[in-house]
């Protein structure tokens, strides 16, 4: 059979297809969506739930005159590969290569680049606002998952909708999921509009009787006759009072029911939300079976789903996870909130073993943060992991409600450093800088699995406002203490030592950078450069004891951290010294003052000089310079 997936270059080329080839088209896409990801990982489940919407958006609109948002955007890998970006495709999430969420300097058609979820509908309106300003004709469509519906940003985009505009489509993407299975009332009530069994039955017999006949000039009168019905069995008044006019639920999969609610919607003279219902993993059975697992992978076996790589160690997530619960199986005041990533954090567990203390709040970070805040207020101690990367959404919330009234919240940042092939919106790389300043925070990073457990106890046994960060990926593979033991206060420690009488250059490392500072000191110890090792354990508090002795007879300092090296670990430590009065270099190394892009690990790390030989040769002339 000839390829209709080999004939689409552009938008354009979808206007010359009939329905039968729109639908192989949908099953090429879907081969080559799971031919791509079994290679570079990404989001796989989501991007096979709407292939078909994305048909049907490129072939009803104009994606580079029209202004079409994917919230999220992690779901916009049909939409990529038909806007002009099939050939490329193969280079997802590679480094130089193209993105795995929408990016506005990739493609005209990407309307709004986008990596947190919630702001396709403020985005959207503001657009709508613009184009009604400046006289233009073009359609904004917002495609909203039904997990960020109930955002806060999203919400607040609904409550100004009606003053804003007249004009505006939304599509609502209803797999009863985000990332985990969707939390909370909005969700229940989308679940039940979707369920309901006498609007579907005489949903499904209309729409079968007008396509037995062929009669395409019912759909006006059709979706009149709907939009009159529904109300009779469904509680669509939630939106219809936001403004928007409701129509569905449609089945995301029925190429021909989407192009004619889409036509619909091209003429509505109100602004009109379309809400579809799409399986999350469609037409890849271990997706459509575990959904969760599916929605981010590594590489893996297209055939059977199996991983290409499997590894022993346990992740820094799966180390929390576990430390964490045996603490909670000790202290009945611990709870533990996520935000949609019970899974992804490794609260699974915890869930399970301990529901009564188990919190998903959806898509809400700044309300898990005043959330965790209210119950510190009534006596528990509340541990809150969320990636990096998504904090940043509630920092106002951790100066104002946690830090300000010194509550026992502990955040645990998973994910805090590079993490490689998402990019740069989940790069969890700035919330050193953003918390840094915070008066009575307390900052920590572990160099391996047994300082995460002894941190994790230290912060419950504290009783203030305490932030653990830890990176993506797999830890050094230190056992987990059965009876950890709390951390000294602010103390770091020392991994190696110079010997005596010696001007040494000092290493000072944080978390997971420990491992380059040994390799950049055996590069330098090559030299017959002295060396000593410092795994720093806090931010705040710095030893700052520990550093002014060592400053005495140091002839260098070099920093390292898995974070923006502006602002950081690297700061704090440079001002310290400032204040003791060391005259030599400080060599502040982390990432760079700009938007790290994607690519593997282990090339961003050598793109930004973070490798032994280019330390060890920064060192070298560092030392040189303060000689001449």
């Known amino acids: 059979m000839e390829s209709v997936l080999n004939s689409v270059d552009s938008p354009k080329d979808l206007e ?31 991007n096979l739930g709407v292939v078909e919407l994305a048909i049907a958006l490129v072939r009803t609109f104009e994606p580079e005159r029209d202004r079409i948002l994917w919230d999220v955007s992690h779901q916009g890998y049909a939409f990529k590969i038909l806007t002009g970006r099939r050939e490329r495709f193969p280079t997802l999430r590679r480094q130089n290569g193209i993105s795995g969420f929408l990016r506005r300097e990739e493609s005209p058609c990407d309307a709004f680049g986008a990596g947190h979820a919630g702001t396709a509908l403020s985005a959207a309106l503001g657009m709508a606002a613009a184009r009604d300003r400046l006289g233009g004709d073009e359609h904004i469509v917002a495609v909203v998952g039904d997990g960020a519906i109930g955002n806060g940003i999203s919400l607040e985009a609904l409550n100004n909708l009606q003053q804003t505009t007249s004009r505006l489509i939304v599509v609502l993407n209803d797999n009863e999921m985000s990332i985990a299975e969707n939390v909370g009332a909005l969700s229940r009530h989308l679940g039940g509009m979707l369920a309901n069994p006498r ?58 029911a989407l192009l004619d609610a889409f036509a619909i919607a091209r003429r509505a003279a109100r602004p009109i939300l379309l809400h579809v219902a799409t399986r999350k993993g469609r037409g890849f059975a271990p997706a459509e079976k575990e959904p969760e697992k599916w929605h981010g992978t590594s590489p893996f076996h297209p055939e059977t789903g199996a991983p290409l790589v499997v590894d022993a160690r346990p992740t820094w997530s799966q180390s929390f996870a576990v430390a964490l619960e045996s603490l909670a199986e000790q202290d009945k005041r611990i709870v533990a909130i996520t935000a949609a990533m019970a899974a992804g954090t490794g609260l699974s567990g915890f869930a399970r073993r301990f529901p009564d203390r188990f919190f998903d709040v959806g898509i809400s970070e700044e309300h898990a943060v005043v959330f965790a805040a209210g119950m510190a207020c009534q006596g528990f101690t509340t541990v809150f992991a969320v990636y990096s990367t998504f904090l940043q959404r509630a920092v106002d919330c951790v100066v104002h409600d946690v830090c300000l009234q010194q509550l026992p919240v502990v955040l ?31 900052i920590m990073q572990p160099a391996d699995e047994d300082e995460l457990a002894r941190m994790l106890v230290s912060a419950v046994r504290l009783q203030r406002p305490v932030v653990i960060r830890y990176p993506r990926g797999r830890g050094p593979g230190v056992a987990l203490p059965s009876d950890p033991q709390p951390l000294e206060f602010g103390r770091a420690e020392v991994r190696r030592q110079p010997a005596a009488g010696t001007a040494p250059v000092w290493i000072w490392a944080l978390g997971d950078m420990v491992s380059l500072a040994e390799k950049t000191a055996d590069r330098l110890a090559c030299q017959d450069i002295p060396c000593g090792i410092v795994n720093a354990r806090f931010v705040r508090p710095l030893d700052t004891e520990l550093l002014a002795r060592q400053a005495r007879d140091a002839r260098l300092f070099l920093t390292l951290e898995n974070a923006a090296a502006k602002g950081g670990f690297g700061s704090e430590t440079e001002e310290a010294l400032v204040e003791h009065r060391f005259e030599g270099p400080v060599l502040r190394r982390g990432w760079p003052d700009e938007f790290v892009p994607q690519g593997q690990t282990e090339f961003l790390f050598e793109r930004c000089g973070l490798t032994p030989d280019a330390l060890a040769r920064d060192a070298l002339a560092a030392l040189r310079c303060r000689q001449e």
């Not at 039968?20 to 090429?28: P, T």
């Not at 729409?207 to 037995?212: L, N, P, Q, V, Y």
């Open 16 to 46: 010359k297809l009939d329905l039968k080839s729109l639908e192989q088209l949908a099953q090429e896409l879907r081969g080559l969506i799971i031919e791509t990801v079994s290679r570079t990982g990404g989001h796989l489940a989501a």
């Open 199 to 256: 609007y579907n039955r005489w949903k499904g017999s209309v729409e079968s009787f007008a396509s037995k006949l062929g009669l395409g000039w019912l759909r006006s009168a059709y979706y009149k006759v709907e939009e009159a019905t529904k109300s009779l069995f469904l509680r669509s008044a939630f939106f219809e009072e936001m403004g928007l006019r409701y129509v569905g639920p449609i089945d995301g999969h029925n190429l021909p």
């Open 412 to 442: 645990c940042l998973d994910r805090a450093g590079i993490v490689g092939d998402d990019g740069p919106t989940h790069h969890g790389i700035f919330d050193l800088a953003l918390l840094r300043s915070v008066p009575g925070l307390t």
